[in-house]
C-alpha cells in the first residue's frame, strides 16, 4: 500500500465508502440525527401499528440515554481515519499534480464535512489529524472543544478550496460548488452560534464562488431514480442495486406489504412497500402539507403521499413519499443516492445570508426562485418585514427539504427550532414540555461504546 498513484486514488474513493457506510446505519444516520429531533411537531407515529421502538422514540423526544443506538459516532471516525491516511501517505507518492489536488481536496473535504456533522450533534469531540495506527495512549483522546473542532473544519474547508477548483469530477466526489455550500453552511452556523459578522463574509464569499445553481423544472425529478446524479445535485452519495439493501432510514418511511392488498403493493398507482412503517409525518405537518397544496405547491405530493382503498386494514394509508426505491419491477430496491447538497440549498442559505444583512426583499428574491418552481407564481413572497421573512426560510426550508437530514440543524440557525421541539422531556403523567435547567439539550449524549472503549471519553454534560 502507499508505493503507487493508483494506491492513493484508490484510498481516497474508500473515503466515501466509509461515508456511506456510516449514512447506511440504521439509526446513526442524518435522519436521527438531525431531522427526527425535530420532534412530534413533524414525526408521528406510524398509522395503525405498534411504537416506534425505544431508541426511535428517545431521538424524537429527546429523551436520550448513552445506551441508545443514534448516540455512536464511531462510522464517522473511521471516514476521518481514511481522510487522515490519504493526507498523510499520498504527499508520498509521486503525482502529477491533478492527481494530487483532488486526493489531498477530497480527503479535507470529507474529513470537514465528518466533523461539521460531529460538532452539530455532539459538541466537543475528539480532533484527530492522523491515522490510528499501532497502539499506546495516541490511540485514546480525549474530547476536544468544540471550538477546536470548529477551528478543523475551518482550516480543512480553506485548504479543500485551493485543491479543489473545478465541477469537473461530478457530484459524486468533492467538487468546488459543493465545497463552497459546505463553507456556506458551516459559515452561517457559526454566525448563529455568535461568531460575529466574519462568519456573514465568509457565507457570502463562498455562495458567490458557487458555479452552478440550476433548479430543473418539475421538484419531482430531483429524486426520481432515473435522473440520479442530474443537474441539481451538488454533491450525494451513490448507491446502487443490492449495496446497503435494508435501505437505511428511508424504509423506516415504507409501509409493511400485508398491510396493503397485493394488486396495489408497489404498483404505480399504489403503495411503495418494504418491511414496516416507523415513521409517519405528524397530523400538524401533513396539514401544512396539504395547505401549501391547496395554493399549488408541486412539491406537496413529492414529500407526502396518501391512497384510499388500498387496504383491507385500513381506510386511508399515507406515508413520506420523496426518497422511496425503485419499485419499477414491482420489487423494492434501495438504490437511490444519499442526497446531501443539491442547489436549492443554494438559494435558501442566500436568503438566509440576506436575512441576517438585513436585506429582506433580497431574501425573499431569493426565496422566491424556490418559491416560483413550487407554484408557478412569481414574487409568491411579498411581506418584507423582518417576522415575515423569518417565517418564509423556515416554511421554505420544511416544504422543501423534508426527510433529507438537514431541516434541524437549520431550524436551531434561525432560531426556530423550539418552535417546533423545546429542551424536550417526558414527566411522569407522559406529558412533554420545556427543561431549562438542563444544558446542551441540543446535543446528542456520547454513546456507552465510546467511553467503554476509551474512559478519557466523559459524557456530554446534561446527559447521562
Not at 441508545?68 to 498523510?88: G, P
Not at 424504509?251 to 409517519?280: C, H
Not at 403521499?305 to 394509508?317: L, W
Not at 427539504?401 to 417546533?420: P, Q
Amino acid at each position: 500500500m502507499w508505493t503507487s498513484e493508483s494506491d492513493a486514488l484508490t484510498a481516497t474513493t474508500g473515503i466515501y465508502y466509509r461515508l456511506r457506510q456510516a449514512f447506511a446505519q440504521s439509526k446513526a444516520n442524518p435522519f436521527f440525527w438531525g431531522e427526527l429531533r425535530v420532534g412530534p411537531a413533524m414525526w408521528g407515529k406510524g398509522t395503525g401499528r405498534s411504537l416506534c421502538d425505544n431508541d426511535m422514540l428517545d431521538v424524537m423526544l429527546n429523551t436520550l440515554s448513552a445506551s441508545d443506538a443514534s448516540t455512536d459516532w464511531s462510522y464517522l471516525y473511521t471516514t476521518i481515519d481514511q481522510c487522515n491516511q490519504v493526507l498523510k501517505y499520498a504527499p508520498g507518492i509521486g503525482m502529477s499534480e491533478d492527481n494530487m489536488n483532488y486526493c489531498l481536496g477530497n480527503a479535507r473535504f470529507i474529513r470537514a464535512y465528518c466533523y461539521f456533522w460531529i460538532a452539530r450533534v455532539w459538541g466537543d469531540a475528539p480532533v484527530i489529524t492522523t491515522p490510528t495506527e499501532g497502539t499506546g495512549e495516541a490511540i485514546y483522546p480525549s474530547r476536544h472543544p468544540v471550538a477546536e473542532v470548529y477551528a478543523r473544519i475551518e482550516d480543512d474547508l480553506n485548504a479543500a478550496a485551493g485543491y479543489i477548483r473545478t465541477n469537473a469530477k461530478g457530484c459524486y466526489y468533492a467538487t468546488a460548488d459543493n465545497v463552497n455550500l459546505l463553507r456556506a453552511d458551516f459559515a452561517l452556523w457559526m454566525y448563529a452560534a455568535g461568531g460575529g459578522d466574519g462568519y456573514l463574509t465568509m457565507a457570502e464569499t463562498a455562495l458567490g464562488a458557487v458555479q452552478s445553481a440550476g433548479l430543473l423544472d418539475r421538484f419531482a425529478d430531483v429524486f426520481s431514480i432515473s435522473n440520479k446524479k442530474n443537474k441539481e445535485i451538488a454533491f450525494a452519495l451513490h448507491l446502487e442495486n443490492g449495496e446497503y439493501t435494508s435501505g437505511s432510514y428511508f424504509s423506516y418511511f415504507i409501509w409493511g406489504s400485508t398491510q396493503i392488498k397485493a394488486e396495489y403493493r408497489n404498483a404505480p398507482d399504489g403503495v411503495p412497500v418494504s418491511s414496516n412503517q416507523w415513521f409517519l409525518y405528524s397530523d400538524d405537518f401533513i396539514g401544512f402539507l396539504k395547505q401549501s397544496k391547496e395554493l399549488g405547491d408541486q412539491r406537496t405530493d413529492v414529500t407526502y403521499m396518501e391512497r384510499t382503498g388500498v387496504s383491507d386494514m385500513y381506510e386511508v394509508i399515507q406515508w413520506p413519499n420523496k426518497l422511496i426505491g425503485n419499485i419499477s419491477t414491482g420489487t423494492m430496491v434501495w438504490e437511490q443516492d444519499f442526497i446531501l447538497y443539491r442547489y436549492a440549498q443554494y438559494y435558501t442559505m442566500l436568503a438566509e445570508l440576506r436575512y441576517h444583512r438585513k436585506d429582506y426583499s433580497g431574501a425573499l428574491t431569493a426565496l422566491n426562485t424556490l418559491a416560483q418552481r413550487a407554484y408557478g407564481k412569481a414574487n409568491f413572497y411579498t411581506d418584507s418585514s423582518a417576522a415575515a421573512v423569518r417565517q418564509a426560510l423556515v416554511d421554505e426550508n420544511l416544504k422543501e427539504f423534508a426527510e433529507e437530514g438537514n431541516v434541524y440543524f437549520t431550524l436551531i440557525r434561525l432560531g426556530a427550532i423550539h418552535d417546533y421541539n423545546p429542551y424536550r422531556y417526558v414527566d411522569g403523567l407522559g406529558q412533554c414540555g420545556i427543561d431549562t435547567s438542563r444544558p446542551n439539550q441540543l446535543l446528542m449524549p456520547v454513546s456507552k461504546k465510546a467511553m467503554n472503549k476509551n474512559n478519557k471519553i466523559t459524557q456530554t454534560q446534561g446527559w447521562s
